[in-house]
């Protein structure tokens, strides 16, 4: 069983920069498929940066050119480095992951229930 935690968050003020990393516990394949998603209070979660198990990305567009999405070679850490962060990128912040046989588009690797495995959440606020 995929077990994931993520670390990393915290109060920042608006310009700062956050890095954010979700381990990853548990055998995973090559065909694993990871990412990040926030839901701020009152909000539905939403997919903010995704990795394609062939290390293809995606990104939300709020975020582009912001934030940057990496794991390890072995997969056992997804990454989310956040620059330039604003007030409204205060959430909480989730990683996820699945398992798929087939690429996954880029509104499936955004989607919320494109996922099967959550971790519990790291909070980020940004203060302006």
């Known amino acids: 069983q995929v077990q994931l935690l993520e670390a990393g968050g915290g109060s920042v003020q608006a310009g700062g920069s956050l890095r954010l990393s979700c381990a990853v516990f548990g055998y995973i394949s090559s065909s694993y498929c990871m990412g990040w998603f926030r839901q701020a209070p009152g909000k539905v979660r939403e997919g903010v940066a995704a990795i394609n198990s062939d290390g293809t990305t995606t990104y939300a567009d709020s975020v582009k050119g912001r934030f940057t999405i990496s794991q390890d070679d072995a997969k056992n850490t997804l990454n989310l480095q956040m620059n330039s962060l604003k007030p409204e990128d205060t959430a909480m912040y989730y990683c996820?992951?699945?398992?798929?046989?087939?690429?996954?588009?880029?509104?499936?690797?955004?989607?919320?229930?494109?996922?099967?495995?959550w971790g519990q959440g790291t909070q980020v606020t940004v203060s302006s």
């Open positions: 996820a992951g699945v398992y798929r046989d087939k690429f996954m588009s880029a509104s499936q690797a955004l989607g919320v229930i494109s996922y099967r495995h």
